[in-house]
C-alpha cells in the first residue's frame, strides 16, 4: 500500500510539473491556428495544416492575395515558440523522471567517499526507536556514526536526521565493509530481531575481530546466546528501562 500511495504521489507531482509547459504548447498551438484564421483567411483545418507544414503558407500565397509577409513573420514567432515549448516538456519530464534518481545516487557517492575517510566510528545496525536514540546520543559526542538501514522510510530519517547513512541489510559482508566496519572502534546491532542482530555480531566479528561489539536482545537467554558469539555487551531494552524506574522510585 505504501509503494501504491508513493506512486500515486509521484505521478501527481510529475503531472503539475508538466502542467505549465503543455499548457503554453497548446496556447502557442491555438493562437497560431487563430493568427492563421485570422490573417490568412484560411479556415481551421488549413491552420493546423500550416503548422504542421509550414512551407504550404508559401505554395497558399502564390494562388492567393493575402499578407503573405505578415502570416509569414507570425508561423515564425509561432514555430520558435512551439519548439521552444517543447524543450521545455520534454526536458521537465526527464527531470522529473531521472532528476531524483541521480541526485539520490550522486548522495550516495558522497556518503560513500565520507564513509571512507573515517576511522573509530560507531557503526549503527538499525534505525528504529532503539537504534535512533544510541544514535542521537552518540552523535552528540565527537564520534561519528554510520546508520545501515534496509527500510527505505528509516532510511531517509537518518538521512535527516544528519547521520552518514546506508540503505542496505546490516547482515550482508558488503553492507558491513561499506560501512568500514574495518576501521570502526564499535558495531551496535540495534535492530528489533535478536536473531538479526547474533548474526550481525558473528559476521563483524569475522570482518573485523578487534571490533567492540554491541547486542540489542530479547530476553537473557538471548543474551547468553549474544555473548557466546562474542558480544563484549548485550542491551536488554525491557530490563534497562525497568532498572531506570526503579532508580527513579
Known sequence: MERSDSSTGTDR???????????????????????????GGVGVVNALFWLLDPTSIELHFQNHDGPARLVKGYAIVVLTGLVV???????????????GQIQTELT??????????????????????????????????????????QQSEQYERALDDGHLALEADASREDALTDAGVKRADTVIGAIDDTNANIQIAVLASQL??????????????????????????????????????????
Not at 557503526?123 to 544514535?135: H, I, L, R, W
Open 13 to 39: 507531482s510529475l503531472l503539475r510539473q508538466l502542467s505549465k509547459p503543455v499548457l503554453a504548447f497548446v496556447a502557442l498551438v491555438v493562437a497560431g491556428v487563430v493568427g492563421f484564421v485570422t490573417f
Open 108 to 149: 550516495r557517492m558522497q556518503i560513500a567517499q565520507r564513509i571512507e575517510d573515517l576511522h573509530d566510528h560507531v557503526v549503527v545496525c538499525g534505525y528504529g526507536t532503539f537504534g535512533q536514540t544510541v544514535a542521537e546520543q552518540i552523535g552528540d559526542t565527537d564520534t561519528r556514526v554510520v546508520v545501515i538501514e
Open 85 to 99: 515549448a517543447g524543450l521545455w516538456t520534454g526536458e521537465t519530464a526527464l527531470s522529473a523522471a531521472f532528476g
Open 208 to 249: 573485523a575481530p578487534t571490533v567492540r561489539l554491541i547486542v540489542r536482545a530479547g530476553d537473557q537467554q538471548d543474551e547468553t546466546v549474544a555473548r557466546r558469539v562474542g558480544a563484549d555487551e548485550v542491551i536488554i531494552p525491557e530490563v534497562v528501562s525497568g532498572k531506570q524506574v526503579c532508580e527513579r522510585l
